[in-house]
């Protein structure tokens, strides 16, 4: 199993992380639907962002526990998703300088309040495996950090864009989640390079 934890703690930890795949893809796809029946651009596109997240617990809950070399190609991959999506952060935050946003009331309400919600959850149910140094355990705990704290300060922030539609604060919550991104992207795969000059997962 885990290089990390006995066979009971990988076993739910596996558990763990199949659940919580299966949470993303149903919110992912609900919210992604529902957008389309609603014509709403920030539902869908909204939506559709979730794919990160159930590529990241996906791929941890397909290789964890099928042998070191499974592990640390997903790790590897997670750590890829996790710099590829601070880069599309920071593209996103271009964007918004070229074309602000529409707001849908509505919409951003509805997506604040899921993402909070899922956000949490996910904390509450990788918590016991926050100090974990196995890259795939690492990845998907500080993927979950990452949402915890952007998710929120995103969703407060646009559910107050409501009353007063300004770009900059949208603009400041994506730098904080590209800068965690990055920072989580950069951490996984360092520890990849310290296991291979012999340090311990």
Not at 40 to 46: G, K, P
Not at 152 to 166: E, H
Not at 174 to 198: E, N, T, W
Request: net charge neutral; with cysteine.
């Amino acid at each position: 199993m885990s290089q990390t934890h006995d066979a009971h703690e990988a076993r739910i930890y596996q558990r763990t992380i199949i659940l919580i795949s299966a949470l993303v893809l149903s919110i992912g796809v609900s919210e992604t639907l529902y957008g389309l029946m609603l014509d709403s651009r920030f539902l869908v596109r909204d939506g559709l962002e979730w794919t990160y997240d159930v590529v990241i617990y996906a791929t941890a809950a397909a290789a964890f526990g099928r042998g070191l070399r499974a592990e640390r190609f997903a790790a590897f991959v997670l750590a890829l998703v996790l710099l590829g999506a601070g880069l599309v952060t920071i593209w996103q935050i271009w964007r918004t300088v070229v074309e602000p946003p529409e707001v849908e009331p509505f919409g951003i309400t509805l997506a604040g309040l899921l993402i909070i919600a899922e956000a949490w959850t996910l904390v509450a149910l990788l918590w016991r495996f926050r100090r974990s140094r196995h890259p795939v355990i690492e990845a998907t705990w500080l993927s979950s950090r990452n949402d915890a704290v952007t998710s929120t300060l995103y969703a407060l922030v646009m559910m107050a864009a409501r009353f007063t539609p300004m770009t900059w604060p949208q603009m400041a919550v994506d730098s904080i989640s590209a800068i965690l991104c990055l920072q989580a992207g950069g951490q996984v795969l360092r520890d990849l390079l310290r296991v291979d000059k012999g340090g311990k997962a």
